[in-house]
């Protein structure tokens, strides 16, 4: 069977695209955050991976580590033989005016949104190159799109991603290698669900369909990325927000 690491796969958008690609047949790698909390998440999670008839097994990793990712990955590659899939979704918000914004709030965010992308992509690659065989998708954002008050961190690591991947796609493309982003608007998760009732309300009425997205919309277009219909597709980046510029 395939098998596929998906970042940050403990809850939300990560949680439900490692459900998802289990549902596709995929062996499923459940990256999440080093702490207790985030293994027993994560280990409910693989639960319902399993579910579908696959493997599913645990990898604790602060993916914004080189270090970790490093051990990750080789754990991943003993355990399943080999990386077909990749998904970088794990990220953070620390969102406040830039006046307000302090150095440690920039730097935590590019680590984690922006860097750990890098990691993933550098020791993956060199997997998917032998295998000659390869898909990938990060976890953009519309922040990184059309940018967003209060979000210059965020939007700069979320813009980032989206230059990595047209590089990773045109580097990587004669090996058989797709990479593709995928930019999520306002979607149902413990990240949105701390945002004031009053912005919430604020941000749907930019939304033609005029409702929130809901993290397994994220997972069908990921999960049609990651398969043999978009073959001929990448370098590119999906907007799923329900119609919030157009
Ligand atoms: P979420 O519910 O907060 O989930 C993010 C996941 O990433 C959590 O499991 C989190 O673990 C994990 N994570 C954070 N830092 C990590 C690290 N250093 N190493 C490993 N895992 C780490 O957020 P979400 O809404 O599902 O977001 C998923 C992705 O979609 C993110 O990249 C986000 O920027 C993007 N996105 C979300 C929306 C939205 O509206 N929700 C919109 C656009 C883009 P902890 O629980 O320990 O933090």
Do not use: W
């Amino acid at each position: 069977m395939p098998t596929a690491i998906i970042t940050g796969a403990s809850q939300g958008i990560g949680a439900c695209i490692a459900k998802r690609l289990a549902k596709d047949g995929y062996d499923i790698a459940v990256n999440h955050y080093p702490s207790d909390g985030d293994r027993a998440n994560a280990e409910a999670v693989a639960e319902e991976c399993r579910a579908f008839g696959v493997r599913a097994e645990l990898y604790a990793a602060d993916v914004s580590k080189y270090a970790d990712c490093e051990a990750m990955v080789k754990a991943v590659k003993a355990d399943f033989g080999s990386v077909d899939a990749l998904v970088n979704n794990a990220g953070i918000t620390r969102d406040t005016l830039l006046a307000r914004m302090k150095e440690e709030d920039y730097d935590a965010v590019i680590a984690v949104n922006q860097k750990s992308v890098y990691n993933m992509l550098r020791l993956v690659t060199a997997v998917m190159m032998k295998q000659r065989h390869g898909r990938i998708v990060n976890v953009s954002s519309v922040a990184g799109l059309y940018g967003n008050p209060g979000q210059v961190n965020y939007s700069a690591s979320k813009a980032a991603i989206i230059g990595m991947t047209k590089s990773v796609a045109k580097e990587f493309g004669s090996r058989n290698i797709t990479c593709n982003a995928v930019a999520p608007g306002l979607i149902r998760t413990p990240m949105t669900d701390v945002l004031s009732d009053e912005l919430k309300a604020k941000m749907i009425e930019a939304v033609a369909l005029r409702r929130y997205g809901e993290p397994e919309e994220i997972a069908s277009v990921v999960s049609f990325l990651l398969s043999e219909d978009a073959s001929y597709v990448t370098g590119q980046v999906i907007e799923i927000s329900g119609g919030l510029s157009m």
